[in-house]
């Protein structure tokens, strides 16, 4: 494709500020692919990136051009080109609007529609401002098609061709907050914003961000906004400390082993120079008395990794950083006492068992029966690994052991959350959401014991499982007195929603170096996981295709009796052939449940194309008249299989696959007939009526065959037009096949007529080929 850089737009930078206020930028971009009409997630292209830490600003270039023949395709049709993103996983989509399986949790994605600009070209630009940092995918496809199935070869098809490309810019030494310690910052006049960042360990229940003695102009002209993962956007956690003293921020339930980045933006037109110190406070659930110590003396206490992203981070183990020019003095503990109802529950581990890709069981020690104890939650952790674990489906399945309930109208709710376990509250455990999450609720009762949640191409990292059992009176739910509930717990990851059922077939599927897994449904079944039956067939419908296209077949015994009146063995042994492949492939290639293969299905196919390509050489080669010459005959039988095995084995879709050896065919055919006209000195046949009534109506029926075939046959239609296509091809060999040869003997003599001698009165004979001799005599036909 031709060079993107013209259609770039300059990079708009948020205005973050750091140490040295150094911005990187990085380049990624992947080849063309051809775009595909929509007709399930196995049709669309996937494209993985993968976006660094500290990113501020992400540009993807999207661009879609034509091709006509290797060449632009400037007269092709305009197709609208549907584009998704999505964060940390393959996007789920579903353009066609199907049905999804039952207990299916959809994750929602990011749309873009591009529209040509040029004939031949269009490039659009995508910008996203502070993304989430790690992988990204783009999904782009066609819209769905009118079903129609085109000869491979015929004509130079359009193909649409798209190519991202992503620039990034992200910021370098970001100064890096400790808790515990202030950081003192003075913002100059013509500075707008201050980004800090702070690492956010596992067991953290709140975060306290804070700033203290700010001076300014006006008070205290300061915005303080807070995110995860990313630098903060307008819409982020946000507050005002001119409007609120002290100014903290207070995050519940922070994602776990995480960045949060700090940004500190000053009023629009303030003027002069504000100054602040900054610190950040951790709540430790493990040890709800006390917030984080300052000096932590091992890694492992501080789960925090040793790349702060900034050249001066503190290695773990040493002391605090000394005053450096940002303003970063020595740190000054502020002990805070968090109250005792902020406390977490031990994480259970799962012992992960890789059967195959995508195919893991997550095993539970001690398990797989759960027992939820009435005072406090069962907390569960299931890790998927980066990029592996992201294209197959996440399945979980809860089953309440009623018999435990003890009569009491107990109800287990579990909430699956991504990153941090939500364990705070009775509202909060059976509604599985909070302000700043939103995870997936089961719950099981006496009445309805199971439940199931699936999420398809999950999002990797740790999710949480928990478990909490409550019981049900007239003001709601309130946590049990003496019951345990036993609940049986089964976690796994598969490659498709229940294998994609009996209308479907599971693929693994292969982007580069990523893999993801989807169904391909049949029968006119939908859907992800190819349960949506509003335009599936019907047992009857299949019933019929199926009698449809094996009983055609039946055709083939004319022209197999035909050739054996004909002493044609070769041929007719050849329509045998063609005939009962045809009739087994095409019972084992029906899309539905009526199906029968006594066979692979590759070798029926095989021996499907390549009977059909000897009957029509076969045909050709009977027509020409090579009986005489018997070696050359057997010869041009034998190169015929040859060639026509060798080229299947390359191409089974091909044109030139059946016009190649029929032309050729044709040609010595042609050739013959020729020979025989100039020896002769007269039309070859001799008879008007083998033009008539076989060689003409014959060539229209097969001309017929070849027009249905190639321009009329498409997926709804294909069961009839088919089925008239064998029907057709049988009954034009019929027509087609050259009589008997009659073989010269010497007869009584016979009176002379003028012009008409014995031996030619035989050949005439020989050549008509209508009439048995045992009906007509050479008399007759002299006479006449």
Known sequence: PPPPAQSLTPLRVPRFSSADGLFVTDYFTRTPRKLSPFRSFASIELFHFHIPEDTVIAVWNLITFKEQGGTFGDQCPDRSITVYFRSGAPSVINPLHTHFPRDTAVPGSFTLTLTWTLPNRTTEVFNVTSPLPGDWFLAAHLPKDEGKISVKGLYEECQYLFQPQLIVQRLVNIAVLYPGYVTEQSMAPHNRSSLYKVFVPSYTSRVLVEVLRCHGAEGCPLWLRVRAKAPPLHNSTALDCQEHAPCQLVLDLPFWQHWYYVLVEKHPGVPGTVSFQVTVQLTDCSRPSLARPPFLPSSTSMNMPHSFGSAGGLALGDSPPPASPNG???????????????????????????????????????????????????????????????????????????SSLCGENVTVFGCLNHEVPLTSGDNASVTCETESLAGFLLSVNATASLSRLR?????????????????????????????????????????????????????????????????ECKAGWNGWGCTDNAEAFSYGFQLLSTLLLCLSNVMFVPPVAIAIRSHCLLEAAIYIFTMFFSTFYHACDQPGIVVFCIMEYDVLQFCDFLGSLMSVWVTV????????????????????????????????????????????????????????????????????????????????????????YAFVETEENYFYIHSIWHLLIAGSVGFLLPPRAKPSRRLGPLPRRKGCGYQLCVNEQEELGLVDPAVASINSICTS
């Open 328 to 402: 970063t003095k020595h740190p000054v503990p502020i002990p805070t006492a968090s109250p005792a109802s902020e406390r977490c529950w031990p994480v259970r581990p799962t012992l992960r068992n890789e059967l195959d890709t995508f195919s893991v069981h997550f095993y539970i020690f001690f398990g797989p029966n759960v027992s939820v104890p009435p005072d406090r939650p069962a907390v569960f952790v299931i890790n998927l690994l980066p990029v592996l674990d992201s294209g197959g489906v996440l399945n979980l399945e809860l089953r309440l052991n009623v």
């Open 455 to 519: 999420i398809p191409y999950p999002q990797t990292g740790s999710w949480y499982l928990s478990l909490r059992s409550l019981c049900a009176t007239e003001h709601g739910f309130e946590p049990c007195t003496n019951v345990t509930a036993e609940v049986y717990l089964r976690a796994y990851l598969s490659p498709c929603i229940n294998d994609c059922g009996i209308y479907g077939q599971c693929k693994l599927l292969r982007t580069n170096n990523y893999l993801y897994a989807a169904c």
């Open 621 to 708: 080669i009977a027509m020409a008249r090579l009986q005489p010459v018997v070696k050359q005959a057997s010869v041009l039988y034998l190169l015929g299989a040859m060639l026509l095995s060798m080229a299947l084995q390359m191409d089974r879709h091909g044109l030139w696959n059946l016009l190649g050896p029929s032309l050729f065919a044709l040609g010595i055919m042609a050739i013959a007939w020729t020979a025989r006209t100039i020896r002769r000195r007269h039309c070859y046949p001799p008879t008007w009526k083998r033009w008539a009534f076989y060689l003409c109506p014959g060539a229209l029926i097969a001309a017929a065959a070849v027009l249905l």
